[in-house]
């Protein structure tokens, strides 16, 4: 009774226990994701949003595992269907919903073609008319519903049938062509297939470069073809496995070069969304944000168009950027961070109305001039007052308020550039300024410092004229200091307001010998921080972009230990991805 008790509980999480051991396998939960009754409703969404777009002149291919019932698992008896996931239920999805009826779909196998019944004379008359030289064409029922389309003789088999449903499908007398990877795959051609809604499990490179290898060719009767290549991905955050499903979707576009919504050629899931990570899907709230997203870049097709950049040069190299999402609501000074960012030498300029900051900034922390012209006024004040016998001299204690208003609009003006998590333009040139001192990074590459919006708050960081050694360098770094502080060897500090932010608030805690500001600690990159000559090149870039700061090694000390947890107890600012782009 263990022993079933162990082999149950494990093929649930997708383990079988054998005579030789445990071995890896689909679990319930996978076969429940992959053959849901979710997907064939919302196969019918992604077909009728394509119809929508495209009209007449859609071309769908829809591609599933299998054609013929299959063995249902005990464990999910009364929960899936016998045909849950096969073709047959693609094509009585499709038929019998109101958006995609007049799509007519054909399912093509080896054992025939076969349609709803309701499509069976206009289908039988295109392929009656395509081969008038086959006779007895008729109808004979199915058992899964469908009716299959046939005509007498010998030479009616999968050569005849295939290319002549290929014709039709061509013609438009049938708009949905369903079959499976294996039938309609390698040396399958149908140049017209404008869109590919991919409903299998196959995950390898060869099997999806394939599969997408149908919608993929050029046309010669529509030159602007634009094709839309569709995975349809069932989640369950609740379950054991639930994200199986998006597993497979994940290794289907790890290698995979698309244009994403911003126009770059990007490798991985975020092609598709910048929301998909390939270390696990979304928060569930986030799905139907994402499923509108995609509807409406399928009826968009001359957008798609303008993202492929058709005919612009390219460099026919990989890049590596990182994707960035701040935490919360962007800074108070209105700083941009969505634009192109101009060269390091140049003078701050405007950029979509607000400022751009292109020189390193002034924080004037730092009070002793007000502050001490004011200790100057109250003391010689008095004495100029009794050494000339004139109460005229008593007029420059007027000066001290002035000098105190000053102390406190330098705190203020420190404090609005302190406010709001790191600001990501000065961290990436920190960085670019550090490896340009060591000369590891071009004065052209630095200069071309590109930080770009994509949709749901997301910002693309890259150097837009780096070499590839170059921007995998500069993405690595700028991951690490927007990332947790883990285990870094060094960190250097920045300056963070305190609780309380005004003016007089902070010139009293300066007045009362007390720190102005707090410490915000921040990992130096784990590339600079191999040794300290390369730290403390990136610390005097840091100084310079981000105001003042300390180096403080974390090793081998008590302070610096202690300095690594409060870098740890800080909250991060935000939510950073590497990804490959082509360029």
């Excluded at 206009?122 to 006779?135: V, W, Y």
């Excluded at 062509?177 to 399958?188: K, P």
């Excluded at 496995?241 to 497979?248: E, L, Q, V, W």
Aim: aromatic share 6%; glycine share 8%; charged share 20%.
């Amino acid at each position: 009774k263990r022993y079933d008790a162990i082999g149950a509980a494990l093929r649930s999480l997708g383990f079988t226990l054998t005579r030789r051991g445990i071995r890896r396998g689909a679990s319930d939960v996978d076969r429940l994701l992959m053959s849901s009754a979710a997907k064939p409703l919302a196969l019918v969404e992604v077909v009728g949003c394509e119809y929508d777009a495209r009209g007449d002149r859609l071309r769908a291919l829809v591609l599933t595992d299998t054609e013929r019932l299959t063995t249902v698992p005990d464990e999910l008896v009364g929960v899936l269907p016998a045909d849950a996931g096969t073709a047959p239920q693609a094509v009585r999805a499709l038929a019998s919903a109101l958006r995609t009826a007049p799509l007519r779909p054909l399912l093509v196998s080896g054992r025939g073609l076969r349609c709803a019944p309701h499509d069976a004379p206009a289908l039988l008359e295109a392929l009656r008319t395509h081969r008038s030289d086959l006779s007895g064409w008729r109808t004979e029922t199915d058992e899964d519903g469908l009716v299959r389309l046939v005509a007498s003789g010998p030479e009616w088999h999968p050569r005849t049938w295939i290319p002549l449903a290929t014709a039709i499908f061509s013609e438009g007398a049938t708009q949905v062509l369903v079959g499976t990877r294996a039938l309609l795959g390698e040396g399958w051609d149908a140049p017209c297939v404008n869109c590919l809604v991919d409903l299998t499990s196959a995950t390898t490179s060869v099997s999806v470069t394939q599969m997408r290898g149908r919608s993929l060719r050029l046309d010669p009767d529509d030159p602007d073809k634009i094709a839309s290549n569709w995975d349809i991905v069932c989640v369950a955050p609740e379950l054991a496995r639930g994200s199986a499903d998006y597993d497979r979707f994940v290794r289907k576009h790890r290698h995979l070069f698309a244009p994403s919504e911003d126009g770059a050629i990007e490798a991985g899931p975020s092609h598709v969304h910048p929301a998909l990570s390939p270390f696990a899907p979304p928060a569930d709230t986030e799905f139907g944000q994402i499923n509108q997203a995609m509807i409406r870049r399928a009826s968009q097709p001359a957008m798609a168009r303008e993202r492929w950049k058709i005919g612009q040069p390219y460099l026919a190299a990989e890049h590596e950027t990182l994707v960035v999402r701040p935490r919360r609501p962007a800074v108070a000074d209105g700083r941009v961070v969505g634009a192109d960012l101009s060269p390091l030498s140049a003078s701050t300029t405007p950029a979509e109305g607000h400022g751009s900051t292109v020189t390193p900034p002034r924080y004037p922390h730092s009070q002793r001039i007000p502050l001490g012209l004011a200790g100057v006024l109250l003391v010689v004040a008095p004495v100029l007052a009794l050494v000339t016998s004139s109460p005229v001299a008593l007029l420059a204690l007027l000066g001290v308020p002035v000098s105190l208003g000053w102390a406190a609009a330098r705190l203020r003006s420190t404090a609005r550039l302190l406010d709001g998590p790191l600001p990501l333009d000065l961290v990436c040139r920190a960085i670019c300024s550090a490896y340009v001192e060591l000369g590891e990074l071009s004065e052209r590459a630095a200069a071309s410092l590109t930080i770009e919006p994509r949709s749901s708050g997301y910002l693309r960081c890259f150097l837009r004229d780096g070499t590839p050694q170059e921007c995998a360098r500069f993405a690595r770094a700028l991951d690490d200091v927007l990332g947790p502080a883990g285990t870094s060897r060094y960190l250097v500090s920045r300056l963070a307001p305190t609780e309380s932010a005004k003016p007089f608030a902070l010139l009293h805690r300066t007045l009362t010998g007390k720190s102005a500001f707090g410490t915000r600690w921040v990992a130096v990159p784990e590339d600079l921080a191999r040794n300290k000559s390369r730290a403390l090149a990136f610390a005097r870039a840091w100084r310079t972009w981000l105001g003042p700061s300390d180096l403080v090694f974390t090793q081998r000390s008590d302070t610096g230990r202690r300095t690594l947890a409060a870098a740890h107890a800080q909250a991060e600012a935000y939510h950073t991805a590497r990804r490959r782009i082509w360029v």
